[in-house]
């Protein structure tokens, strides 16, 4: 990781981070245009493109999902396209279907691939939890491999590929619960809260008025992809990798330096995925920060959005009701911090 670094010129170097900073910070500026607040939440969408990932949100009703991943693909200037996600969509109306097409001139027929929305640079999977488990599988390999497959066909998606997706935490009736498989795909699970007093009125007043603010492109996709690049050039200590590491192997009952809470209350742990994208998601935290490599402070902010979708507690957590959170906090406080060189 250092030797990429050092081979780069200095000079060069430079001007990438300097890039990375003006990108990031006119994305922010121009998303201001339409939403208030949600500090948080904005890092973790902005970290989960520069690395690659893919987002979860879970909000209640009228926290802006919608809006702000609509905000940021149009900030970004990229290809956006939105799924609504029903009980009755099916996996074609996502991935794309063969039509028979008949030359008029010829009469000869021949299969043509028509490309559904999942073709897009940036994809909101809007109330992803609404449909089924075989429609929602029509993502998985999209998701993982950035290709779909029909009819035996593999079509490469767009590059970069984002799945964000939305869901709402409190509607039971007509929904699916999204599955494990498919949750571990996903980088970040965020957590979309309500807005603050003074923010409320802020948004009262931007929404019953006459402005129409509109969203300006800052960048492109060749230059999303080679900050993504960037990103991973970031070093980070062996220390604070073995932490990581730890942490996600800490989640799981069976592993020998699982505290006994997590063996009282958790069924299922992280995967080797969780600790891969937390060292991802901490790389691009510390160049946000203006760091040039990963610190303790960066792996700890970054550990509950990235696992608290991939534990599965058992029915002692819920009679008790502690939530993964609770959970991941205890975890973190009972694990020693690494030494930092």
């Not at 879970?58 to 919608?66: F, I, L, Q, R, S």
């Not at 009980?87 to 074609?92: E, G, I, Q």
């Not at 007509?174 to 802020?202: C, H, I, M, W």
């Not at 942490?247 to 006994?260: E, G, H, I, M």
């Amino acid at each position: 990781m250092e030797t990429a670094l050092n081979n780069l010129d200095a000079v060069e170097l430079e001007q990438r981070i300097q890039r990375f900073h003006a990108v990031r910070d006119g994305i922010l500026t121009q998303v201001r245009k339409l939403i208030v607040g949600q500090d948080e939440v904005l890092d973790q969408i902005l970290t989960a493109l520069f690395v690659g990932g893919h987002c979860l949100l879970t909000g209640m009703p009228g926290t802006a999902k919608t809006l702000t991943v609509r905000a940021i693909a149009e900030a970004l200037g990229l290809s956006f396209k939105r799924i609504q996600f029903t009980p009755d969509l099916m996996p074609s109306d996502i991935t794309g279907t063969d039509i028979i097409e008949e030359d008029p001139a010829s009469g000869h027929r021949t299969w043509t691939f028509v490309p559904g929305p999942i073709f897009g640079n940036i994809v909101l999977a809007d109330e992803i939890n609404r449909t089924p488990p075989k429609t929602q599988a029509a993502l998985l390999e999209a998701m993982q491999e950035r290709s779909c497959t029909v009819r035996g066909h593999v079509y490469p998606l767009p590059s970069p590929f984002f799945v964000l997706a939305t869901q709402n935490p409190i509607e039971l009736e007509g929904t699916y619960p999204l599955p494990e498989a498919q949750l571990d795909r996903f980088l970040f699970n965020t957590v979309l809260d309500y807005l603050s007093a003074d923010d409320e009125v802020k948004v009262v007043d931007m929404t019953t008025a006459t402005l129409n603010p509109t969203i300006d492109a800052v960048t492109s996709a060749d230059e999303l992809l080679d900050l993504q690049q960037l990103v991973r050039m970031v070093p980070i200590a062996e220390s604070l990798a073995r932490w990581a590491v730890s942490l996600v192997r800490a989640t799981r009952f069976k592993s020998d330096n699982a505290p006994d809470f997590v063996k009282k209350y958790v069924n299922y742990g992280g995967s080797v995925r969780a600790a891969q994208f937390l060292v991802l998601a901490a790389k691009a935290r510390a160049l946000a920060h203006k760091r040039y490599h990963v610190t303790y402070d960066d792996l700890k902010a970054l550990a509950i959005p990235v696992l608290r979708h991939r534990i599965l507690l058992n029915f002692h957590a819920e009679s008790e009701r502690i939530d993964t959170d609770e959970i991941l906090r205890r975890l973190i406080a009972h694990l020693p911090a690494p030494k930092e060189i």
